[in-house]
């Protein structure tokens, strides 16, 4: 019969050199992170988005320059600018981990992430600025 010390010290081997050529892949290296971002920026959107909408709603039937004249008060511009901020770093967390378990080549993910990163920094830059413009009075 085999020695027990042996076995256990034959598993740790081998359990090393396992751990050794998996290191650094998957998604360990920044899986807790995004996780923890997509948590936290959905916990940021539930009371910004019901401020957003309640506020929408409101507006709805006035007119342009009433809404104008809103979003130019400094605390509602400032939350509107911190839900756009929230609502587009959510998004970028979610559909980088839709690439990452549905887009299985390597230049098809590494080109889906650039073209999503782009499009999140474009749209949500834009949209801090029309916020800012408004805000500045600069119509």
């Known amino acids: 019969m085999a020695d027990p010390q042996s076995l256990s010290d034959s598993t740790a081997l081998r359990d090393e050199a396992v751990l050794r050529r998996v290191r650094h892949l998957g998604s360990a290296r920044d899986g807790l992170k995004e996780w923890q971002l997509q948590r936290l920026t959905a916990l940021a959107l539930v009371p910004l988005g019901l401020y957003f909408v309640v506020s929408i709603l409101r507006l709805a039937t006035s ?64 949209s801090v600025l029309a916020v800012l413009k408004l805000m500045l009075g600069r119509q």
């Not at 130019?72 to 378990?101: K, M, N, Q, T």
């Open 63 to 126: 007119d342009q320059i009433t809404a104008a004249a809103w979003l130019a008060s400094p605390v509602a511009a400032i939350l509107v600018i911190f839900f756009i901020i929230a609502a587009f770093a959510h998004a970028l967390v979610g559909l980088r981990s839709v690439l990452a378990d549905y887009v299985h080549t390597r230049a098809w993910s590494l080109a889906a992430e650039l073209l999503v990163r782009a499009a999140t920094i474009v749209l949500a830059s834009a």
